[in-house]
């Protein structure tokens, strides 16, 4: 009887904690609060570029502190081609790396 009882308690949580009200609009607008509100932040990720017929893609890495300081580092992961954009105070950087492949 015990485990009859326990069971149904724990089916009923289960049904009535899957019934939340949290849906997309509040998941994206409490995202945007923790960006805006964050005083540094870093993200990796892949960016595909296409044009026309073909397509290139980099791996991406950006860095960011308060006061729009920031760094992004863009790596061709074909040629290994490397560009990286820097702000700071003092204006904005670009710095172009092309790596040499001996053959």
């Known amino acids: 009887m015990k485990r009859k009882l326990l069971f149904l308690l724990l089916g009923g949580l289960f049904i009535l904690g899957g019934c939340g009200t949290v849906g997309e ?11 805006n509100d964050s005083k540094a932040y870093y993200i990796e990720g892949t960016l595909e570029i296409v044009n026309n017929e073909d397509v290139y893609t980099y791996a991406v890495k950006v860095s960011y502190a308060q006061k729009d300081n920031y760094k ?5 992961t074909v040629n290994n081609h490397e560009q990286i954009i820097l702000r700071n105070s003092d204006g904005v950087y670009v710095q172009t790396h092309k790596s040499t492949q001996l053959l």
């Open 25 to 35: 609009k509040d998941v994206i607008k409490d995202f945007s609060k923790k960006v």
């Open 72 to 76: 992004v580092e863009l790596n061709n």
